[in-house]
């Protein structure tokens, strides 16, 4: 008896990072620049806030949005914080930003539905892209400076393209969509019938004060889809959750995905994670700016092509000049280097490498300086 599994989920890869920071940890001696994620804790407040929650019993299901006070929270401090007005019944509260994004794309796609993702991007969107029965379009921005030039997406809109993905701060290079860039694409994008997925997890973690975000064309209000997590401000990935801001409309819908799917976020760690929207993560900021500031300079020193990131914690440097691909490149540079950083491949971009600076300044240094004695053997 053969049966066949689900085609969409036959065709995906692995999370390529992953099998490659494995590689870092299976090699003895190697420093790995791969990791994701802040090397801070959770605030002692807000993980108090989950130890008061247990105590009291609040263990029951929660409302499948997540709490009511939550959701006010979330709603205060995006108008607080961001200028941005979403009402709590726009708000579902998801299993991390991960949540968000498979809730948002599988509310919004049909099969064989466009999906531009400026590239390079994080790698997650296309596997979710792939298993909601999307296609994927890959829209490169290397050449602009990780810039989307509007011109090249009004060339890549179709009849059939149903969203664009957009990440600024972005993962994995650090970039930050300027005034210029983003005033062109709401010209693109004004009057089109496409969804426009903000992913805004960077940006509570920015370096610049100029920073705006598309999410702000309140005019598009019902074809903007923002998701967001406390994974990376608040030092809470393990905790696994986010939100996702729609419109009513896609809301009432994008609830059926998220609440068939998981019910709801977990009810004790809600009172925590309205606890970390009061965290002021000023101090935080500045730690990352500084170790930016620092991996940027030792990179440019090496005489490699960096744009300066204006936020997020990578930094993703052009290799091309060594001429092998990104994976050999990365492979050679753990084996022979001990030091790991992730290969562009995995982001959908040849010729770059992405460095993380969520390490300490001896764990930089250490790191930095074998990439510099790897690429001065080449
Ligand atoms: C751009 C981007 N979006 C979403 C996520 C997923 O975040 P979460 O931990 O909230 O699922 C990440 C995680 O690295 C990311 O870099």
């Not at 890549?156 to 062109?184: D, F």
């Not at 900021?285 to 500031?293: E, I, K, N, T």
């Not at 050999?328 to 022979?336: D, H, L, Y």
Request: with cysteine; glycine share 6%; proline share 6%.
């Amino acid at each position: 008896m053969e049966l066949t599994l689900n085609r969409a989920v036959l065709d995906i890869p692995p999370i390529g990072i992953r099998a490659f920071a494995d590689l870092a940890r299976s090699t003895p001696g190697a420093v790995s620049l791969t990791i994701g994620e802040p090397d801070l804790n959770t605030p002692e407040a807000v993980k108090e806030a989950a130890k008061r929650a247990l105590d009291a019993n609040d263990t029951h299901y929660p409302e499948g949005n997540g709490n009511l006070y939550l959701r006010q929270a979330i709603a205060a401090f995006e108008r607080r914080r961001n200028g941005l007005a979403y009402d709590p019944e726009e708000i579902i509260v998801t299993i991390g930003a991960t949540g968000a994004l498979f809730a948002g794309l599988f509310t919004i796609l049909n099969p064989g539905d466009e999906v531009i993702i400026p590239t390079p991007a994080f790698s997650l969107y296309e596997a979710i892209v792939r298993l909601c029965r999307g296609v994927p379009v890959a829209l490169p921005t290397e050449n602009d400076r990780f810039q989307v030039d509007p011109d090249k997406l009004r060339r890549a809109l179709t009849a059939k393209t149903k969203a664009v993905i957009l990440t600024s701060p972005n993962n994995p290079t650090g970039c930050v969509y300027t005034q210029e860039t983003l005033e062109g694409l709401h010209r693109v994008l004004k009057d089109q019938p496409v969804f426009v997925l903000c992913d805004e997890v960077y940006r509570q973690l920015t370096y610049t004060d100029s920073f705006r975000s598309f999410s702000a064309y309140q005019d598009m209000h019902d074809r903007i889809l923002v998701v967001q997590s406390f994974s990376k401000p608040y030092a809470m990935t393990g905790w696994r959750v986010g939100y996702l801001m729609a419109d009513a409309a896609v809301r009432e819908r994008a609830q059926m995905v998220h609440q068939y799917g998981v019910v709801a976020a977990p009810s004790f760690i809600q009172p925590a994670c309205a606890e970390a929207l009061n965290y002021d993560n000023s101090a935080d900021v500045a730690l990352f700016r500084r170790r930016r500031d620092y991996v940027y300079s030792r990179l440019t020193e090496m005489g490699l092509p960096v744009e300066k990131p204006e936020g997020a914690f990578y930094v993703f440097a052009g290799i091309s000049q060594f001429g092998m691909d990104s994976l050999t490149f990365c492979t050679r540079m753990v084996r022979e280097g001990l030091v790991a950083a992730v290969p562009g491949c995995y982001f959908g971009t040849e010729g770059y490498m992405r460095i993380s600076y969520c390490y300490g300044d001896d764990e930089l240094r250490d790191g930095l300086n074998r990439i510099q004695r790897f690429i001065r053997s080449l």
